[in-house]
């Protein structure tokens, strides 16, 4: 199994950044990719960009580019989100998830972190 543990949500002005980390633990020289997604109040889960673990390779879809940033530290086995120019519709509750292969569905999922947009 892969443990993951997000943290770094909180309340963020409107133009603000704000970075989110994912811990990962447990068996992760199975880990192919990760991905990030977001779930706001009344809608659907959103998914917001993927890195691979071993090449480091990023996709981002259209709505996030630009603005989402992924990276990695193997060393740490830390994925993060930094996002910036944050704008309405960024509130929502941001969760990292795994996946073994690159067909694969993502499999095992963190906690939650809350991103709240203050107005």
């Known amino acids: 199994q892969v443990q993951l543990v997000e943290s770094g949500g909180g309340l963020v002005q409107a133009g603000g950044s704000l970075r989110l980390s994912c811990a990962a633990s447990g068996r992760i020289f199975s880990m192919y990719k990760m991905g990030w997604f977001r779930q706001a109040p009344g809608k659907e889960r959103e998914f917001v960009g993927r890195?691979?673990?071993?090449?480091?390779?990023?996709y981002y879809p259209d709505s996030v580019k630009g603005r989402f940033t992924i990276s990695r530290d193997n060393a740490k086995n830390v994925v993060y989100l930094q996002m910036s120019s944050l704008q309405p519709g960024v509130t929502a509750v941001y969760y990292c998830?795994?996946?073994?292969?690159?067909?694969?569905?993502?499999?095992?999922w963190g906690q939650g972190a809350q991103v709240t947009l203050s107005v």
């Open positions: 998830a795994e996946a073994m292969s690159a067909a694969a569905k993502y499999d095992y």
């Open positions: 890195i691979t673990w071993s090449s480091g390779s990023i």
